[in-house]
């Protein structure tokens, strides 16, 4: 079982409005990222993180930014979300080198 | 350009039924190929992950096959239960970068009736 958390899980928010979605994970995982998926389609990633004060951008270009404190913990923020940032975000981590990525569950973020 | 496709993009079997899902990928170098489950509202969830070499590996009624040479993979899910209702997506990993980016395919939805 991965021991990796988002939270929260679903978050309704108003345009304009800054928001953090929060990601640790207990595994002490080197590399963590970010991903978008709207419904039925695939994953993009929109940041990733190599250690600690590595961060750098994904494929998918993103307004959000994200900081890398701490080993365990990934936040994502957007300082004013807007209806076209809807959408579900996945956190992810593995170990250094090729491994399995394990994800979090989830947070589907709606900007109305 | 590296792209992952499955097919097909939405399959219903009845409980108990068997039932095969495809992936062809372009990706190169090729690293590894991965097999998630994703039930809705949910993070996906590794069933499997073959190497280059590996052509065939389980996890329990899960089986995936890979052939390197052609470029597919294959799920195989035997004796379907309503619990494996969910979305399956084939991942494949290059070996181009240190990252070892991942390559997502856009999921089959599978439904299980019972």
């Known amino acids: 079982e991965a021991d990796i958390y988002q939270t929260p899980r679903y978050l309704v928010i108003g345009t304009g409005k800054k928001i953090t979605l929060e990601c640790s994970q207990t595994m002490g995982h080197d590399k963590m990222y970010w991903y978008q998926q709207d419904p039925g389609m695939e994953l993009h990633l929109i940041h990733y993180?190599?250690?600690?004060?590595?961060?750098e951008k994904g494929d998918l270009s993103s307004e959000s930014t994200v900081s890398r404190i701490r080993t365990e913990h990934f936040p994502l923020t957007l300082e004013s979300a807007r209806p076209s940032h809807t959408s579900q975000y996945l956190c992810?981590?593995?170990?250094?080198?090729?491994?399995?990525?394990?994800f979090g569950q989830g947070t589907r973020l709606t900007v109305v | 350009k590296n792209q992952v496709e499955q097919s097909p993009q939405s399959l219903i079997i009845l409980e108990g039924k068997n039932c095969t899902l495809q992936c062809n990928y372009t990706v190169s170098p090729f690293s590894n190929l991965r097999w998630y489950k994703q039930d809705t509202g949910r993070g996906p969830v590794s069933l499997t992950i073959?190497?280059?070499?590996?052509n065939t590996k389980s996890n329990g009624r899960y089986t995936a096959t890979l052939d390197a040479d052609t470029k597919q993979s294959s799920l195989h899910i035997t004796a379907s239960q309503l619990s494996d209702s969910a979305s399956y997506i084939c991942v494949v990993s290059d070996r181009g970068s240190t990252l070892g980016r991942l390559y997502f395919g856009r999921g089959t939805q599978l439904t299980v009736w019972p």
């Open positions: 073959m190497t280059f070499s590996e």
């Open positions: 993180s190599y250690g600690v004060n590595s961060t």
């Open positions: 992810a981590s593995s170990e250094s080198g090729d491994r399995a990525a394990f």
